[in-house]
T-cell receptor, first 113, second 111 residues
Framework: QKEVEQNSGPLSVPEGAIASLNCTYS??????FFWYRQYSGKSPELIMF????GDKEDGRFTAQLNKASQYVSLLIRDSQPSDSATYLC?????????????FGTGTRLTVIP | SQTIHQWPATLVQPVGSPLSLECTVE??????LYWYRQAAGRGLQLLFY??????ISSEVPQNLSASRPQDRQFILSSKKLLLSDSGFYLC??????????FGQGTRLTVV
């Protein structure tokens, strides 16, 4: 089992719709969860983090965490063509005293104008 | 806020040649530093991480090594590059579990 799993997509949504991106992780002890956006040919940029069960909202983005199910998701409301990118889920796993960030393979999102 | 400098942005090297990629961090102290590699169309693979000067941990056995000679300097090296070393190399800095910030990356092509 991979440490962090995501549906690779591609996921296509029309402009203005809600995009839903999902991620599962294997380490029950994980405490910190992150969503990154990566445009083609660029490095990832941090857009959201969540530590507690429930929802966390930041503008058009909502991160949802369910530790019992080992599941984290990202909702993008009112999707825009500029949201078209690959979204990476990352989980902080404690290894030998250091916090190591493990990434999923990413979900490619296309927002259709 | 943190700024992570990586260079060069692109690099083409022949098989068997050495490699040295440098990463420096501004705007923070005592960060955890990471080297990731991303193959074309793939996810990020953690190669090395460091929690302090001279402290390096490797996640996967490979043809590469890393060093941290100063608090905010992280170097990725190889003595002899393989074709399979091609990829997008990313340096990242993290502190206090607040998420990692990435440099612009180095796109390495081994020919």
């Amino acid at each position: 089992q991979k440490e962090v799993e995501q549906n690779s997509g591609p996921l296509s949504v029309p402009e203005g719709a809600i995009a839903s991106l999902n991620c599962t992780y294997s380490d029950r002890g994980s405490q910190s969860f992150f969503w990154y956006r990566q445009y083609s040919g660029k490095s990832p940029e941090l857009i959201m983090f969540i530590y507690s069960n429930g929802d966390k909202e930041d503008g058009r983005f909502t991160a949802q965490l369910n530790k019992a199910s080992q599941y984290v998701s990202l909702l993008i409301r009112d999707s825009q063509p500029s949201d078209s990118a690959t979204y990476l889920c990352a989980v902080n796993m404690l290894r030998t005293g250091a916090n190591n960030l493990f990434f999923g393979t990413g979900t490619r999102l296309t927002v259709i104008p | 806020s943190q700024t992570i400098h990586q260079w060069p942005a692109t690099l083409v090297q022949p098989v068997g040649s050495p490699l040295s990629l440098e990463c420096t961090v501004e705007g923070t102290s005592n960060p955890n530093l990471y080297w990731y590699r991303q193959a074309a169309g793939r996810g990020l693979q953690l190669l090395f991480y460091s929690v302090g000067i001279g402290q390096i941990s490797s996640e996967v056995p490979q043809n590469l090594s890393a060093s941290r000679p100063q608090d905010r300097q992280f170097i990725l090296s190889s003595k002899k590059l393989l074709l399979s070393d091609s990829g997008f190399y990313l340096c990242a800095s993290e502190r206090d579990g607040a998420g990692a910030f990435f440099g612009q990356g180095t796109r390495l092509t081994v020919v």
